[in-house]
């Protein structure tokens, strides 16, 4: 798993390397996207710098088991990463890990700037920390929910991605659709992190339900995985493109 895990950094950074230029520049945008709403809004800046950072980090995960398992399809490789013995779920939470870590690098670098120029202080209590964890793993729970339907349908990918922008907008960082917001963890995590950064009790509410979303959706996802392989078999489709 070390070894594999070690391929997969390489080859991230292999790709950043033939793309930097359009990462960097994604990333300025990014920036100044960040820095416009967190000083803009009415909401306390320090919430808001940290509700988009969790939104950062965690936003790939919603389409990255997608992509992950189009690649494999694409290349002809599923049939043969489901059979293995390091298996599929090996591969997506490895790709996950990586591709996380690599968000988490480029995040620090944003929101240093952010921090620094916006003259704002952030720091939050242990308990804060842990629910941007936990929303973030939300997130990727979500995103394997999502992408297992990648192994019955083409350009599911596509249809994850839609999702970026309307989590920014309308699941509780910006503004709040309330009977929608439910499916994100974000609503829930600013309630947290108001209390975190006022050091003031956090409501247990918001942290049950919190977890409440990561177990639904762990459950859900590892059943949707189980039944779309199960589709995918009986389709014969294991090598289709």
């Not at 909401?43 to 995960?61: A, E, K, M, P």
């Not at 992950?68 to 490895?94: C, H, N, P, Q, W």
């Not at 921090?115 to 920390?129: D, E, K, N, Q, R």
């Amino acid at each position: 798993m070390i070894h594999n895990f070690a391929v997969e950094i390489r080859r991230n950074l292999q790709e950043f390397k033939n793309f930097r230029t359009n990462i960097i520049l994604a990333n300025i945008g990014f920036l100044l996207l960040f820095w416009g709403i967190a000083d803009f809004s009415s909401q306390d800046i320090r919430v808001n710098v940290l509700l988009l950072f969790t939104w950062y980090c965690s936003i790939h995960g919603v389409d990255c088991t997608a992509y992950i398992l189009e690649d494999e399809i694409m290349d002809r490789t599923i049939a043969g990463v489901v059979a293995s013995k390091f298996g599929l779920y090996s591969v997506v939470l490895i790709r996950n890990a990586v591709q996380f870590i690599f968000d988490l690098l480029k995040a620090g670098i944003i929101f240093t700037i952010i921090v620094l120029f916006s003259g704002v202080s952030v720091t939050i209590t242990f308990g804060g920390f842990c629910s941007i964890v936990l929303s973030i793993i939300v997130m990727y729970l979500l995103g394997l929910c999502i992408g297992s339907f990648a192994l019955i349908f083409k350009r599911v990918s596509s249809i994850a991605s839609l999702v970026h922008y309307f989590v920014l907008f309308f699941s509780g960082i910006v503004s709040d659709i309330e009977f929608l917001s439910f499916l994100f963890p974000f609503r829930f995590l600013r309630g947290v992190l108001t209390s975190a950064v006022e050091y003031t009790p956090i409501r247990g509410s918001d942290i049950v339900i919190l977890f409440l979303q990561a177990i639904i959706y762990a459950i859900v996802g590892i059943l949707l995985m189980k039944w779309n392989l199960k589709r995918m078999y009986l389709k014969g489709s294991v090598a289709h493109v």
